[in-house]
C-alpha cells in the first residue's frame, strides 16, 4: 500500500525526516510512536503531500507520488486538532469529501448517516460544529476522513485531546472499526498505550530516524535500544559487560537471556524482573517509596551501589518505605540492548 | 523544492493582472504627467524640485498638510473606535439601518461635504443662527468634516474584525486573573492592531489627500497639497510646481506605507475567527448602556446633523418647504450648465459604480489573494504598491488619463470604461485592505484538511477561505461601490459633459450662483445620499440572508 524509500525532509538545515524506509501492508495499522519533535507529524504530511520530500521516494499502490497534488493522492489524514470547517455543519463536514469526488447527492446523504452512525452519533448532521464537545468533534473529524473512502487513512494524534477514559474507550472502538471495514491505517501518537493498544505493528522515531519496528510485544518485550527502552518508560538501564549468560553492571552480576550478544552491551531489567531474596542472598537495598498502580505496586529502590532501581511487586509482597531488603534478577526479564544508532547532533 | 517554485508560480499568475491594471492606468498616467511637468521641452529640470521645495508657501503647505491629516486621524479613532466597539459586540434595534447611515458620509462628495459643513457651522448657518458660533474658516471645521467622512472606515474596518474575533479568547485571560481592561489591552487589542493601524492609514492617506473639503472650508488661510495640485494644474496650468509637488505627496505617502508596511508585517497573527452573530448581544449594565448613548449621540451629532441640515436645505425654497428644486432637476436649463437634464447622472453614477466595483473587486480580490501567504520582497513590494493610488493626487491622476489613454492601440477618451477605470484604482486598496487581514487569519490548515479530503487548491479557496471571507468580500465590494459613487477629483477631468456623474453634476451646480442652482445642488445631494443609502441597506440584508450550511 504505502512505501517510503530513503523518505529525507529538512527545514532549512535541520533534517527533520532522515532516509526514513516504511513499508505499510493493505489493511495494515501502523503506528508511528515518538516523542515531539521526532518527525512524525512531518512523515504524515510528506505522504500526504502537503509537505516535499527533499529526498526519496512516496509511493502509494507501487507508484511513485511525487508531483501528485494532495488531493489527488487518495489518502485520508485526520488532523490534531481536527480542523473541522468552521461555516459547515456536521453533515456539510462529513459530505466534504464525498462532494469533491463528485459523488451524487443522494448517495452523499446516505454515507453522511450511514457514517455518522458508525462513529456513534447518529442523527447529528445538523449540528454546527461550533457546538460540539471534544470527543464529538473527534468523531465527526474520523467521520469526515473516512467518507471519501481513502486508500490510506493518516491519524495525527487522534485522541491527543481527549480526557483518558473516553481515550481509552475510543481506542478499542477505532481498532475495531478499522478491522471491520479493512481499512489501512498509518497513525502518528506520543502515547505508547495508544500506539499500542491501536496497532498491529509500532515504528519508533528518533530525531527522523526509525529506532525500531515491530510488533507492540516485540517493541515492549525487546526494546531495540536505551532510547526506545526509556521511551517506553523503563528506568532500568545500565552499562553492562554481558559474558555468556551473565553480564557485570553496577548492581553486581546481572542474569541474561541464553542466545544473547556478549561484550560491551547495555541492559534493560524490567521492574517485573526484579524480586525480593532473603537477606544476604543479592544485592543489598533500601526502599525509597512505593507508588500503588492498581494491579502491583511500583518501588523504588536505591542500592548500595548504582543507580536507583525500579522494581514492581504484587499487592501483598511489598515491602515498607525504608526497609532494608535484598533483591536479585530474572534472566527472563532482562534485555540486552542493541547498540545505540549513531546520533547525528 | 518544486512546491515552493510551484507556489511562486501560482502567486506571480495572481499577480497579472493587478500589476498590468496598475501599470496601464496608474504608473503611466502619472508619470506622463510627471514627465510634463518636469522636461517640459526635451530636457530634465530636476533643479525645479529643490527650488520648488524651498518655496515658503509650499513649506507652509507641506507642514499643515501633515499636521491637519495627523490631528483628524487621532480625532476619528477617539471618536470611532468606541463606535467599531458598540457596532461590533452589541445589538440594538436599528442596527443595520444605522450601519449604513453612519456609511453614507464616506460616499458623499467632498465638494457637498464642505458644503453641509458650511450650511452647519458657516455664516448664517445652524449654529450661527442658535449660538452665534461660526467654525468656518478654522482648522475645526476641516477636522470635524474630516471625522464626518473617515468615521464609517474606522467602524467598518475595525468592527468588522472585532465582530469576528472570538470571545472566549478574552474569557480564558479573564480566567487566568487579567482584569477585564487587561484582557481587553493584552488580548483583543494586540488582535485588532492590524485592522486598527489599517484603518488609521486609510483615515490618514484620506486626510493627507484632502481637497474639497479644504478648498471650501479651508479658506485661503489653509491649503492643503491635494488642494495646491489642483489649483497650479487647472488654474495657474503651473505644470512644473504641479509635476513637484505630485512627486511630492508620492514620497510622503510612499514612506508612510513603507513604515505600515513593517509594522504591519510583526503584527499580523492568525486569529480565531467566529460568526459574528456569536459575539453581539443586548448591553447590559449601565456603564455598557451608557456607553451605547454616548455612541448613538455622537453619530447623531456628527453624522446625521449635517446631512439633515442637507436635506432641509434641498427643500426649503424661497416660498417655503416644496419640491421644486427636484422638480428642476428633471429638465435643461436655459443656462446651458448642462448637455442633458441633471436627473440623468443617477443612471450614469450606477451604471459607472457597478462597473468600477466589478473591476476593484476582481483586481484587488487577486491580489489579497496573491498576497495571503507573505512571502519574499516581491510581494511586500507589490502590497505598498496597491496602496499608492489612495495617496496620489486624484487630479494627477485624472490629468494624466486624458494625456495618455488618448492614442491607439488604448484609445479610451471616447469609451465610457474610462470613467470606471479611474474610480477603480481608488477601490482596489480599499477590496485589498479589507481582505487580507481576514484571509491571512484563514488557518492554513483548514485549506490542507480540504485538500486532503480531494479538494484541488482552487476548489479549496472556494469551499474553504472564500465563505469565510465573504463578509469581508461583501464589505469591500461595497466600499468600492461608495468610493466609485463619490469620487470626484479624477472623474471631474474624465467624466464627458453629456455624461455627468452626479458628483460631478452637484459640483456643477454649485459653481453656478443663484440659489436654484444651489438648491438643485443639494436636492441632487439628497439623492445621491438617498441612492449610497438603499445600496448600503441592500449590502447589509444580503450579508445577514446567508445561509449557513450547504445541504
Redesign the interface.
Given at each position: 500500500m504505502l512505501t517510503l524509500e530513503g523518505a529525507t525532509v529538512r527545514f532549512g538545515d535541520r533534517t527533520v525526516l532522515e532516509a526514513v524506509d516504511l513499508a505499510v501492508a493493505d489493511h495494515e495499522i501502523v503506528c508511528l510512536l515518538g516523542p515531539s519533535g521526532s518527525g512524525k507529524s512531518t512523515l504524515l504530511r510528506a505522504v500526504?503531500?502537503?509537505?516535499?520530500l527533499?529526498a526519496g521516494r512516496v509511493l502509494l499502490d507501487g507508484a511513485d507520488q511525487a508531483?501528485v497534488?494532495?488531493?489527488?493522492r487518495?489518502?485520508?489524514?485526520m488532523?490534531q486538532?481536527h480542523?473541522l470547517?468552521?461555516?459547515?455543519?456536521v453533515?456539510?463536514n462529513v459530505?466534504?469529501?464525498p462532494?469533491?469526488?463528485g459523488v451524487p447527492k443522494a448517495e452523499r446523504?446516505a454515507r453522511v448517516e450511514e457514517l455518522l452512525g458508525l462513529v456513534g452519533l447518529p442523527g447529528a448532521g445538523?449540528r454546527?460544529v461550533?457546538a460540539l464537545s471534544g470527543g464529538e468533534q473527534q468523531r465527526v473529524a474520523l467521520a469526515?476522513?473516512l467518507?471519501?473512502r481513502p486508500r490510506l487513512l493518516m491519524l495525527d494524534e487522534p485522541l491527543g485531546q481527549l480526557d483518558r477514559g473516553l481515550r481509552e474507550r475510543l481506542v478499542v472502538e477505532l481498532r475495531e472499526l478499522f478491522g471491520r471495514l479493512g481499512t489501512t491505517v498509518l497513525a502518528v501518537t506520543h502515547d505508547q498505550g495508544e500506539a499500542f493498544a491501536l496497532a498491529d505493528r509500532v515504528v519508533v522515531l528518533r530525531d527522523g530516524r526509525i529506532a525500531q519496528s515491530g510488533t507492540p510485544v516485540e517493541v515492549w518485550r525487546r526494546p531495540a535500544s536505551e532510547f526506545v527502552a526509556r521511551f517506553l518508560g523503563f528506568e532500568n538501564v545500565v552499562p553492562a559487560e554481558v559474558s555468556g549468560t551473565g553480564a557485570a553492571t553496577a548492581w553486581g552480576r546481572v542474569p541474561v537471556p541464553e542466545g544473547s550478544p556478549q561484550g560491551k552491551r547495555t541492559l534493560l531489567v524490567r521492574p517485573a524482573g526484579v524480586r525480593v531474596v532473603p537477606a544476604g542472598g543479592g544485592l543489598a537495598c533500601r526502599v525509597v517509596s512505593r507508588t500503588f498502580r492498581g494491579h502491583h505496586v511500583s518501588v523504588l529502590l536505591r542500592p548500595a551501589d548504582g543507580p536507583p532501581l525500579e522494581a514492581e511487586f504484587p499487592l501483598g509482597e511489598v515491602p515498607g518505605e525504608g526497609a532494608e531488603v535484598a533483591v536479585a534478577f530474572r534472566a527472563e526479564d532482562v534485555v540486552v540492548l542493541g547498540a545505540e544508532p549513531q546520533s547525528r547532533s | 523544492m518544486s512546491r515552493d517554485v510551484r507556489g511562486s508560480a501560482a502567486r506571480l499568475g495572481l499577480m497579472v493582472l493587478p500589476v498590468a491594471f496598475f501599470g496601464l492606468f496608474f504608473a503611466w498616467p502619472v508619470a506622463s504627467i510627471v514627465e510634463r511637468g518636469l522636461r517640459p521641452d526635451g530636457a530634465w529640470d530636476l533643479g525645479a524640485i529643490g527650488a520648488t521645495l524651498g518655496r515658503p508657501e509650499i513649506l507652509d503647505v507641506l507642514g499643515f498638510t501633515v499636521w491637519q491629516a495627523a490631528a483628524s486621524t487621532g480625532l476619528t479613532l477617539l471618536v470611532a473606535l468606541p463606535g467599531a466597539y458598540v457596532f461590533a459586540r452589541f445589538d440594538f434595534p436599528g442596527k443595520n439601518v444605522l450601519r449604513a447611515v453612519v456609511t453614507v458620509p464616506f460616499v458623499l462628495p467632498t465638494v457637498l461635504v464642505g458644503t453641509a459643513f458650511l450650511a452647519l457651522l458657516g455664516r448664517g448657518g445652524f449654529t450661527d443662527q442658535l449660538w452665534g458660533l461660526r467654525l468656518d474658516s478654522t482648522v475645526w471645521a476641516i477636522l470635524l468634516a474630516h471625522v464626518f467622512f473617515n468615521y464609517a472606515v474606522v467602524v467598518r474596518t475595525v468592527g468588522g474584525l472585532w465582530a469576528q474575533l472570538d470571545p472566549r479568547q478574552e474569557e480564558a485571560a479573564r480566567v487566568l486573573g487579567a482584569s477585564r481592561w487587561t484582557a481587553w489591552r493584552t488580548v483583543t487589542l494586540p488582535a485588532l492592531v492590524p485592522a486598527v493601524s489599517a484603518a488609521a492609514l486609510m483615515v490618514f492617506l484620506f486626510t493627507f489627500t484632502s481637497f474639497g473639503v479644504v478648498q471650501i472650508l479651508g479658506g485661503d488661510a489653509y491649503t492643503t497639497l491635494e488642494a495646491e495640485i489642483y489649483r497650479q494644474t487647472a488654474r495657474l496650468l503651473d505644470l512644473r510646481t504641479a509635476a513637484v509637488l505630485t512627486l511630492t505627496q508620492f514620497a510622503a505617502v510612499g514612506a508612510i506605507l513603507a513604515v505600515h508596511a513593517r509594522t504591519a508585517r510583526r503584527r499580523e497573527t492568525a486569529l480565531r475567527l467566529v460568526p459574528p452573530e456569536l459575539t453581539a448581544r443586548r448591553p447590559r449594565g449601565a456603564g455598557q448602556w451608557a456607553l451605547l448613548g454616548g455612541v448613538l449621540a455622537s453619530a447623531a451629532v456628527l453624522i446625521l446633523l449635517p446631512l439633515g441640515v442637507l436635506v432641509e436645505r434641498s427643500f426649503a425654497t424661497p416660498e417655503g418647504y416644496g419640491l421644486r428644486y427636484y422638480r428642476a432637476l428633471g429638465s435643461l436649463d436655459e443656462a446651458g450648465t448642462f448637455l442633458v437634464p441633471p436627473l440623468e447622472a443617477i443612471g450614469n453614477s450606477l451604471r459607472y459604480a457597478v462597473a468600477a466595483t466589478a473591476v476593484a473587486v476582481v483586481v484587488g480580490g487577486l491580489a489579497a489573494a496573491a498576497l495571503t501567504r507573505r512571502a519574499g520582497r516581491l510581494t511586500r513590494g507589490f502590497d505598498a504598491l496597491l496602496m499608492l493610488p489612495l495617496g496620489v493626487s486624484a487630479v494627477t491622476v485624472g490629468f494624466g488619463f486624458l494625456i495618455t489613454l488618448d492614442e491607439p492601440p488604448l484609445d479610451l477618451r471616447a469609451s465610457w470604461i474610462l470613467v470606471p477605470l479611474a474610480q477603480a484604482l481608488v477601490g482596489v486598496p480599499f477590496v485589498v485592505r479589507t481582505m487580507l487581514p481576514v484571509l491571512r487569519a484563514v488557518d492554513e490548515r483548514l485549506r490542507e484538511a480540504a485538500a486532503v479530503l480531494g479538494a484541488s487548491p482552487w476548489r479549496a479557496w472556494r469551499e474553504v477561505d472564500l465563505p469565510l471571507v465573504r463578509r469581508a468580500l461583501l464589505i469591500a465590494a461595497g466600499f468600492a461601490f461608495a468610493v466609485s459613487l463619490g469620487e470626484f477629483g479624477a472623474t471631474v477631468f474624465i467624466a464627458r459633459p453629456d455624461s455627468p456623474t452626479l458628483p460631478v453634476a452637484v459640483a456643477r451646480l454649485l459653481g453656478r450662483p443663484g440659489e436654484l442652482n444651489h438648491g438643485q445642488a443639494m436636492a441632487l445631494s439628497t439623492i445621491l445620499m438617498v441612492v449610497c443609502a438603499v445600496c448600503l441597506l441592500l449590502l447589509e440584508r444580503l450579508r445577514s440572508d446567508r445561509t449557513t450550511g450547504e445541504f
Open positions: 500526504a503531500g502537503l509537505r516535499e527533499d508531483g497534488p494532495t488531493h489527488r487518495g489518502v485520508g489524514l488532523f486538532d480542523q470547517f468552521p461555516q459547515k455543519d453533515a456539510g459530505a466534504f469529501g462532494r469533491m469526488h446523504a445538523g454546527s461550533a469526515r476522513a467518507a471519501p | -
